[in-house]
């Protein structure tokens, strides 16, 4: 005879990824700039156009089109853009910490 399992709920609380350089917010602003604020409190600027533009823009090239540029979302924290173009965070955290603003070149 089998034994009778019993199905308890699962009751372990949700995880909460408090890591500081996780993005909370991200806005797009003319001339292939970004406004961010992580979770930690730190708010600041990245500036894109020379990346964007640039003959080794590589897979940044898409965003000339202002339109997908402007589609800039939010996925597990990252900033990102269809087509899974992103930014990675940490980097992005410690220059605007340190300086307000990061300068893709």
């Given at each position: 005879m089998r034994p009778t399992s019993i199905t308890e709920k699962n009751?372990?609380?949700g995880?909460?990824?408090?890591?500081?350089?996780r993005l909370i917010k991200v806005k797009p602003l003319a001339n292939y700039r970004l406004e961010v604020e992580f979770v930690?409190?730190?708010h600041g600027y990245v500036e894109m156009s020379r990346?964007?533009?640039s003959e080794k823009a590589g897979v940044f090239a898409k965003l000339k089109d202002i339109q997908l540029f402007n589609q800039v979302y939010l996925e597990y924290g990252?900033?990102?853009?269809p087509g899974e173009v992103d930014l990675a965070p940490d980097?992005?955290?410690?220059?605007?910490k340190h300086h307000g603003e990061w300068v893709l070149t």
């Open positions: 009751t372990t609380l995880i909460v990824c408090a890591v500081p350089w930690d409190g730190t990346r964007v533009m990252a900033v990102t853009w980097a992005m955290h410690d220059e605007i």
